[in-house]
């Protein structure tokens, strides 16, 4: 249900941090709820605002972590656009598992 909160939150940004090693934090799980949380923003015109970063480690937050944060910050409050490799899916192999989409305008 985690893609209903990252949903309603659009066309603000958005942003998971997690780690590959972090099982209990699910990163595939947080994959696929960013992934159907997608269309949404791609509706809205906020493609980009729904952001998602795994790093290396496990179970942590670490400065990684805060510096990322902070680059997200500064790109949306001053309007420099956020970074591109936040945009990419960490698992990219892993497959989807909805086929909705939504309307187009």
């Known amino acids: ?24 934090a699910n990163p595939e799980g947080t994959q696929q709820g960013w992934r159907a949380a997608q269309p949404v923003y791609d ?13 290396a480690g ?17 790109a949306h409050f001053g309007g420099t656009g956020f970074p ?6 960490p698992f990219p192999a892993l497959p989807g598992l909805f086929t909705w989409s939504a309307p187009h305008p």
């Open 1 to 24: 249900d985690q893609h209903f909160l990252r949903a309603i939150i659009a066309p603000r940004p958005v942003l998971s941090t997690d780690a590959f090693g972090d099982q209990w």
């Open 43 to 55: 509706f809205l015109g906020a493609s980009d605002a729904n952001l998602i970063h795994v790093r």
């Open 58 to 74: 496990g179970h942590d937050q670490l400065v990684e972590d805060f510096e990322v944060l902070l680059d997200v910050a500064r």
């Open 84 to 89: 591109a490799e936040l945009s990419a899916a």
